[in-house]
C-alpha cells in the first residue's frame, strides 16, 4: 500500500571533482576521514594507480543513496558501503544500528567518472510485502 505523499520509487544522483578528492588523499589516510568509507572499500580504491575517481564515485554513490532513501528513512553515511556484486555492478551494503530498517529497501546503483568528475544514481524502492517487487 502507498503511503500518501510519499512515491514508490524514489532517485537520488550526486557529482564531484576528482581534483577535489585528490587533494583529499593524504586526509584519507588519517583516522577521522578514514571513517569516511569501509576498510573494503578502501582496499578498493587502493588497488588503482590513481585512487581518487574511485573514491569521488563511492562517495558520489554514498550521497545518491542518502538523497534517494530520503523521502523514506533518514540514513547516515558511514551505514552505506558500496560494494561489487557477483557480476561485478556496484551493490549497497548495510551497516550500522538500523541494518534491518534499511534492508526493507532495495537500491540500484549506478557508477560513472571520467578524467575530471565522477558521479552516481541511486534508485530506491520498497519491495512489496506479498513477495512481489514493486515495478520501477
Known sequence: MKR???PDVTVGADCEDIE???RMLPDLRNRTAKKLFTDQEHRYCRQFHDPAPHYAARWCAKEAVLKALAPHISVDLR??????????RPAVGWRG???AA??????DLSLAHSRKAAMAVAIAWRPKTDGKESKR
Request: glycine share 8%; net charge positive; proline share 4%.
Open 79 to 88: 551505514w552505506v558501503e558500496v560494494l561489487r556484486d557477483v557480476s561485478g
Open 102 to 107: 534499511l534492508r526493507k529497501f532495495k537500491v
Open 20 to 22: 577535489r578528492w585528490r
Open 97 to 99: 544500528p538500523d541494518r
Open 4 to 6: 500518501a505523499g510519499r
